[in-house]
């Protein structure tokens, strides 16, 4: 399943040196497009918030994952963070920590990983080495609360040159179930590569364009691993799991199974490969602090066929750690480990 092969040699050497616009929005009269000039003007070499007001403040608490600024020491504990790794289930972050402590050869037990965030019940947090795991439940709303108290945090820990990946599940167009898909960019569910940030009734719009050099090497290492089936794509991000992605099986549903098909090769034609929830404002928020940012998602069933996923549980496990599986290969690349 994932590539282990190590070299062991030098190992301390390297762990020490690397671990130092189709639809019109009615509700908001004013649409600001900032999608060709809001990077450029706000991101400052190494900075990786855009919010002055921040400076003026005596004291930054990051409520949602009870740390803050004068609570905890966060250079202390988070400057050396290189790898940022972000998935929906607090389960699945948790056991990626442990995954990730393996593969880098960290010493210590894994069951001694504890929640950073166990003060709250909204997020969880694991630090092995460079890397964090983070859980952000589902959804935009989820996310995006997540990711503007995470960029603080990276800010305040004065970290550098990090990597942010989203990792989690989808559901594949076209592709077989297992299959992994690299997003090229984001989009909305008119096909567009944007967000649409409503901000005191106006409506903001971002760019969802994600790092090509990172997918393109991402892509690069899943062709040296076996059964790792992986394509760059499109990634649809929708604000619901049932009619906003043109399911036939929830409480409601106003379309016939033809609309939906056809909905769904309008999707296929215009370069999406999967749907979730949570990459477009994950891409626009990391494109304008400057991270550079990846979304890894496997499929876990081709929406032509069907809407109900019944593959086997053992089967679904296996397909929800190959995203993990390609971004520890990439992790221990950058550091030089194989």
Known sequence: ??????????????????????????????????????????????????????????????????????????????????????????????????????????????????????????????????????????????????????????????????????????????????TVVVTDKAVDSFFRPQFDQVVLGKVIVRSTELDADLADELLQYSREMPDLPTVIGNTMCTYDFYEGQGRLDGALCSFSTEEKLEYLRKAYDAGVRNIEMESTVFAAMCRVCNLKAAVVCVTLLNRFDGDQISTPHEVLVEYQQRPQCLVAQFIKKTLGLI
């Open 1 to 178: 399943m994932c590539l282990r092969g190590v070299d062991r040699g030098g190992r301390g050497k390297h762990l020490s040196s690397h671990f130092q616009a189709q639809k019109t929005v009615t509700m908001a009269p004013i649409l600001i497009n900032c999608m060709g000039t809001e990077q450029e003007d706000y991101i400052k070499p190494q900075i990786h918030v855009k919010n002055p007001h921040l400076d003026l403040m005596e004291e930054d608490i990051l409520y949602h994952f009870n740390l803050g600024t004068k609570t905890h020491n966060l250079p202390e504990m988070f400057g050396d963070v290189k790898f940022v790794c972000v998935g929906g289930s607090a389960n699945r972050m948790r056991a990626f920590a442990k995954f990730m402590h393996q593969e880098l050869g960290l010493p210590g037990d894994t069951d001694e990983i504890t929640d950073i965030c166990e003060g709250t019940d909204r997020y969880s947090m694991y630090k092995v080495g460079p890397v964090l795991s983070i859980s952000h439940g589902m959804g935009v709303p989820s996310i995006s609360i997540m990711l503007h108290e995470l960029i603080k945090l990276l800010h305040h820990a004065s970290c550098r040159d990090v990597n942010i990946f989203r990792i989690g599940t989808s559901g594949g167009i076209g592709l077989a179930p297992g």
